[in-house]
């Protein structure tokens, strides 16, 4: 079975630290994709970024960077000089090949970006 | 851009009565999925479908039922309110269903079962 862990399952920072976010994922199958999604008080999710299994390089999009380690299953998001419009709810999520997209998600880490 | 939409953002039920939430999406997509999110939990799939007429079973089914008969529309009916379906429930779309596809998602419908 898949199974997507973030254990933290809240973070409070001041605004300008840096944070990470912990991803641990597990699955049988060789060929898998990993998901960031941001869910913002507004409620609604939105994608961030995708892995695959494949690519184990790491990314950086801006502020945000994530380090994808399959020795350890793990999938990190890293904010660096958080800002107050940072504070969500982030969702790690797993899906593999199979005939319609089943994303099996993490139970969220709630980030409060503090002034 | 629409995207998907949701409707009603809120609604309160009593055990026993019945409900649709209603999903639309305007971006053409054939791959439909309802969620639903409980408290300090990750969202959980109930049902989806790859395309008008055809729907399958989610990780938790029981107690709804859906319907596509179009490409844009995924209803979600509960027959029977129980407080275990208090939730916050998502619909998502997804053009061809492959793994590495992102889902849009909807703002979301929440639910209370008093």
């Known amino acids: 079975a898949q199974k997507v862990t973030q254990a933290q399952t809240e973070i409070s920072v001041v605004e300008k630290e840096d944070v990470t976010l912990d991803c641990v994922y597990e699955?049988?199958?060789?060929?898998?994709?990993l998901f960031w999604y941001k869910q913002p008080p507004s409620g609604e999710l939105v994608f961030l970024i995708r892995r695959n299994s494949f690519d184990e390089q790491n990314e950086i999009s801006g502020r945000y960077s994530w380090n994808f380690q399959k020795s350890t299953s793990s999938f990190n998001f890293t904010i660096t000089a958080s800002q107050v419009v940072d504070s969500a709810v982030y969702f790690c999520?797993?899906?593999?090949?199979?005939?319609?997209?089943?994303?099996?998600f993490g139970q969220g880490t709630r980030l409060t970006i503090n002034p | 851009n629409a995207g998907v939409t949701q409707t009603p953002k809120f609604r309160i039920l009593k055990i026993g009565q019945s409900m649709t939430l209603q999903c639309a999406q305007d971006?053409?997509?054939?791959?439909m999925y309802w969620y639903r999110q409980d408290p300090g939990m990750g969202l959980k799939l109930i049902y989806y479908s790859v395309g008008a007429g055809i729907t399958d079973k989610g990780e938790v089914p029981n107690g709804y039922n859906v319907s596509r008969s179009t490409t844009e529309d995924f209803p979600l009916r509960l027959e029977l309110a129980a407080p275990s379906q208090t939730s916050v429930y998502f619909c998502?779309?997804?053009?061809?269903?492959?793994?590495?596809?992102?889902?849009?998602f909807g703002s979301g419908t929440q639910l209370s079962v008093l």
């Open positions: 971006m053409n997509h054939n791959y």
């Open positions: 999520a797993l899906s593999s090949l199979q005939g319609a997209q089943k994303l099996v």
């Open positions: 699955t049988r199958d060789t060929t898998y994709y």
């Open positions: 998502a779309s997804s053009g061809t269903g492959t793994a590495f596809e992102k889902l849009f």
